[in-house]
T-cell receptor, first 117, second 114 residues
Framework: GAVVSQHPSRVICKSGTSVKIECRSL??????MFWYRQFPKQSLMLMAT?????????EQGVEKDKFLINHASLTLSTLTVTSAHPEDSSFYIC?????????????FGSGTQLSVL | AQSVTQLDSQVPVFEEAPVELRCNYS??????LFWYVQYPNQGLQLLLK??????LVKGINGFEAEFNKSQTSFHLRKPSVHISDTAEYFC????????????FGRGTSLIVHP
């Protein structure tokens, strides 16, 4: 089946630094990718929808200047957490829509655990 | 807007026992319903989905779920669990015929004991 690769799986950084998370669709071209954030024991919260070649669409309450999303190619979307603070510590998951077949097929990366010290 | 409630944060069960993970949703429009499983250190994997048709849906690994419109529920069941079923299970809902962007429940941790 389709595979989505997310990297890194875990990152620890100092407060004030920026962290980039990559999401790649390995065997299909994903025109649309999604970024989620998950707090412990809570739902996956959609942060933004990333469309190749255009600006990302952010959900209400998500700071676009804080969470920079770039979808420069059909197989790669990146999420950059700028000037990270401890409250940004969370589990971030990307997903990509496989355009082959029906529209409801989403494939998920394995997630990135971000810890900001 | 839709929402999903998974009432049980954790469900412990012994191996070979049956299990039911509960999911209730709310939506003002018709919905599509999904169950995903997340094994440790892995991404979410689709277990099964309901789009239309038969309300009893069979998925991978012996799981099934039943869509009950009157009770707005989509409970997940398995008649006999294995140790390997230990994982986090997420129920999700999206608008039928819409953008298919799912809204997730908070997850239920299934813990299978030997």
């Amino acid at each position: 089946g389709a595979v989505v690769s997310q990297h890194p799986s875990r990152v620890i950084c100092k407060s004030g630094t920026s962290v980039k998370i990559e999401c790649r669709s390995l065997d299909f071209q994903a025109t649309t990718m999604f970024w989620y954030r998950q707090f412990p024991k809570q739902s996956l919260m959609l942060m933004a929808t990333s469309n190749e070649g255009s600006k990302a669409t952010y959900e209400q309450g998500v700071e676009k200047d804080k969470f920079l999303i770039n979808h420069a190619s059909l197989t790669l979307s990146t999420l950059t957490v700028t000037s990270a603070h401890p409250e940004d510590s969370s589990f971030y998951i990307c997903s990509a829509r496989d355009p082959r077949g029906t529209n409801e097929k989403l494939f998920f990366g394995s997630g990135t655990q971000l810890s900001v010290l | 807007a839709q929402s999903v409630t998974q009432l049980d944060s954790q469900v412990p069960v012994f191996e070979e026992a049956p299990v039911e993970l509960r999911c209730n949703y709310s939506s003002s429009v018709s919905v599509y319903l999904f169950w995903y499983v997340q094994y440790p250190n892995q991404g979410l994997q689709l277990l099964l989905k309901y789009l239309s048709g038969s309300t009893l849906v069979k998925g991978i690994n012996g799981f099934e779920a039943e869509f009950n419109k009157s009770q707005t529920s989509f409970h997940l069941r398995k008649p006999s669990v294995h140790i390997s079923d230990t994982a986090e299970y997420f129920c999700a809902v999206s608008e039928g015929g819409g953008s298919y962007i799912p809204t997730f429940g908070r997850g239920t941790s299934l813990i299978v004991h030997p």
